[in-house]
């Protein structure tokens, strides 16, 4: 076979985990499941040879909030790990949204996770389960991780705020000022390799600022240090699917720096 038929199955395999439809190339039959190509074998974390000439985005912002010290009384950054950060978060009461929530969403995935995937807030599913991206989005979202090679367990992924804002609203500014030291703690736990931002709450709480999400796309900022890409929020990627090209090149972006 060919490289540009290879290249050219493992893009619209891409395209189709990221929603779009299935196209059958001439000559294949429409059943079969096609090999994946040699760099979607095996060790997701084995180098990708298309990407050794990468050129990451050009820089964006830079937001360094103060790291916890030892000698801090404040009980969240005294907490040793991400255990002891949920159930911090399970009694916390710093916020309006406590009064409304059913159950706290944290964050789950493992404490050596290399991308840590950050949203907005919990919806109603996430706060009848207390899992964070479940329902559609996070069905779309394990589909988004599935393209760029990681399995949704090898991620970490959470978000701003811990508890359901009332009717899916928006975070309100000190609901969020409330709530980022839990994020910036498990950020600092985690130390991840990649930070992807998805909505603009998400990207404006991380790095700091005002701007709008389309104007901080495509840019390569960072957060104590550690790349930040910011790219589109999966429940807006469900009411418009236009946005799911500029997603695949952010998150391809995301995979890139990883492979670096
Ligand atoms: S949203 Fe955050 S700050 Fe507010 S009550 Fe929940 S855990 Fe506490």
Redesign the pocket.
């Given at each position: 076979m060919s490289d540009a038929r290879a290249l050219a199955r493992a893009y619209l395999e891409q395209q189709r985990l990221m929603g779009g439809d299935a196209v059958v190339l001439p000559g294949e039959h429409p059943t079969s499941s096609p090999p994946p190509p040699p760099h979607l074998n095996g060790d997701a974390r084995a180098p990708n040879p298309a990407v050794t000439a990468f050129e990451p985005p050009p820089p964006g912002l830079s937001f360094d909030p103060p790291a916890g010290d030892l000698f801090s009384t404040d009980p969240i950054q005294q907490a040793a790990d991400l255990l002891a950060i949920d159930r911090l978060?399970a009694d916390?009461?710093?916020?309006r949204?406590?009064e409304s929530?059913t159950h706290?969403v944290p964050g789950e995935g493992p404490a050596d996770a290399r991308l840590v995937v950050v949203g907005e807030g919990p919806g109603r599913t996430e706060d009848a389960t207390g899992r964070p991206f479940v329902g559609q989005a996070g069905e779309l979202l394990t589909k988004i991780l599935a393209a760029i090679e990681l399995p949704r367990e090898q991620v970490f992924i959470c978000n701003v705020?811990?508890?359901r804002p009332p009717e899916n609203r928006a975070p309100q500014y000190d609901?969020i000022a409330?709530?980022t030291p839990?994020l910036f703690r498990q950020l600092e736990l985690l130390a991840p390799k990649v930070i992807l931002a998805m909505g603009g709450t998400a990207a404006q709480a991380l790095l700091d600022t005002k701007q709008a999400l389309g104007a901080l796309r495509n840019k390569l900022h960072r957060f104590r240090g550690i790349p930040l890409i910011v790219t589109y929020h999966p429940a807006a990627l469900l009411r418009n699917p236009n946005w799911k090209r500029p997603t695949w090149d952010d998150v391809r972006i995301a995979r890139r720096l990883l492979d670096r």
């Open positions: 978060v916390c009461t710093k916020c949204l406590c929530r706290t705020v811990k508890c609901e409330a709530c839990y």
